[in-house]
């Protein structure tokens, strides 16, 4: 069977390479298909280039929780907040954490009260601000999939090796995997296919997605980021559905293969372990889906050093934010009716608003109606 496309055109964006796969996808598709695009930055290019709007009325794609942002819990965003409180502490974490609502304030607005909140694009860059202020306490709010813990990991090693005592860590990487399987344990859930993350994959290869695709009998693909990309792996799933085929398959072996990169999951597991569980927003405890420190970098973990000023338990959403069921696939942002109204990419209610890669901030910006 030929397979790739791809290869035929010369670039990933190009209209006639786009036009050429939906209407394959139109000739070959079955009467129905429900495909979870699992990252979010597949969502947003699904919504900017209106890939949606090319298919057959039977294929839809739902949303799914690959956005690290979307998924972090008012409780972890309230230890961020609680720890940036703290006298002579300078918390550090990625950009886009600052907007997140916690439940009464978020990085942002503490910023803007006078706490000492930075942000970087690499967790290295921790070492700098750390070497710059030898008398503060640096604590690095770690978040991401399974695509930055290995960054954090060379954080860690990097702290050891040059005997640095002022880092701390507060590990909120979660793993894709285990989401997986809660999503699909879901009567609720009807999904029928899954596009997998491309830059997870990277690090963790495809083989991954196997006991996902053989438990739940279930067509995976690994896609990359281009319009192109994204619409070849939907002709690759449409494929495999018709041939009753439920498997494991890479579209972008341009960067991913089943094995993935073997340093980066060494790093991770020196000094990372699973969580007992680890709560998503909306979705609620997933076993073993995030990472903490082992027990031997102890001195190094916010969450025991600062285990008195921490807040416990996790607070309640807004009662309308249906994040939750847009991050399992179950509704669209559309269905929610804070939607454009008490809930935009300047003042988000919910986390899916905040991140461009949540689903949506993608359809606000995308489809706004
Ligand atoms: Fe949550 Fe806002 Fe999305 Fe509604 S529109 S589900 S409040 S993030």
Redesign the pocket.
Known sequence: MERRLTGDFQSLRSGEAITALAARICEEAGPSLRIMEVCGGHTHVIMHYGLHQLLPDGISFLHGPGCPV?IMPKGRIDHAIALARQEGVILVTLGDMMRVPGSESSLILERAGGRDVRTVYSPLEVLKIAGANPEKRIVYFAIGFETTAPLTAALVDRVLKEERENIFFHVNHVLISPALHAIMADDHVKVQAFIAPGHVSVITGAGIYRSIAAQYEVPIVVSGFEPVDLLESVLMIVRQAAEGRREVEIQYDRAVDFEGNPKAQELMERYFVPRKSFSWRGIGSIPESGLRLKEEYARFDAEIVYEDVLPVGEPC??P????G??LRGK?E?L??????K??TPDH???????SSE????A??RFRQV
Do not use: Q
């Open positions: 979307c959403e807004h309308a934010c249906l994040c069921e847009v509704a942002p269905h929610c009716t804070l939607f454009g008490g809930c988000p209610a919910g986390a899916c608003m905040v949540g689903a949506c901030n359809y606000y």
